[in-house]
């Protein structure tokens, strides 16, 4: 039997996931786009006469990006104003607050953990998890505004993080088996996936 006749077979789906930023009001039902963590294992090229020999350099993980869609009551774009606030930067209204900087710290804490998660049929079946580690936001463009439009608002944002975790479902077994993402399995206990 061809594996595509087999009813069991299920596909990831784009349109089924969800973001949580636990340190902001709940946004996900506003979440409009989302990249998934990727990363880049550089390249460090030996040269030898003729010939080239390759080696592996660095990890570096790759910013993602977040749309949403701006609303009233949350208000995203004054939600992420205020993480901005919590990060450390105060408007220059005089030499004291003009002097305060954004440190790793408060901007990490500002924002909290992110976590991507695939879903199936519904948001109670995860079936992968991404959490960042050390996430920041380090870009925010509140949208445009047209009279010749009539769609709606959004803010799009870029996210730097130092590494992220990753949580399987391991479909048909209770809990999550963890993949080995930044060194540490993602849950205590968990089958090593990575």
């Known amino acids: 039997?061809?594996?595509?006749?087999?009813?069991?077979?299920?596909?990831?789906?784009?349109?089924?996931?969800?973001?949580?930023?636990?340190?902001?009001?709940?946004?996900?039902?506003?979440?409009?786009?989302?990249?998934?963590?990727?990363?880049?294992?550089?390249?460090?090229?030996?040269?030898?006469?003729?010939?080239?020999?390759?080696?592996?350099?660095?990890?570096?993980?790759n910013a993602i990006d977040m749309t949403f869609v701006d609303v009233v009551d949350p208000d995203i774009s004054a939600g992420f104003l205020k993480v901005l606030r919590l990060s450390g930067y105060n408007w220059p209204t005089g030499p004291s607050e003009g002097s305060q900087t954004v440190t790793k710290k408060s901007a990490t804490e500002a924002i909290g953990s992110?976590?991507?998660?695939?879903?199936?049929?519904?948001?109670?079946?995860?079936?992968?998890?991404?959490?960042?580690?050390?996430?920041?936001v380090s870009e925010v463009a509140v949208g445009d505004l047209s009279y010749e439009d009539d769609g709606m608002v959004e803010v799009t944002t870029k996210i730097i993080y130092d590494w992220a975790y990753m949580s399987t479902s391991g479909r048909g077994q209770p809990g999550f088996q963890g993949a080995r993402v930044g060194g540490q399995p993602a849950n205590k206990g968990s089958k090593d996936n990575g």
């Open 1 to 61: 039997m061809p594996f595509w006749s087999d009813v069991n077979l299920e596909p990831k789906r784009k349109f089924r996931w969800l973001v949580s930023i636990p340190n902001m009001e709940d946004i996900s039902f506003f979440a409009k786009t989302v990249t998934r963590p990727s990363w880049t294992l550089s390249n460090q090229p030996h040269k030898f006469i003729n010939h080239t020999f390759n080696y592996p350099g660095r990890v570096e993980w």
């Open 114 to 136: 992110i976590y991507i998660r695939q879903i199936g049929e519904d948001q109670s079946d995860i079936l992968d998890e991404w959490r960042l580690e050390n996430a920041w």
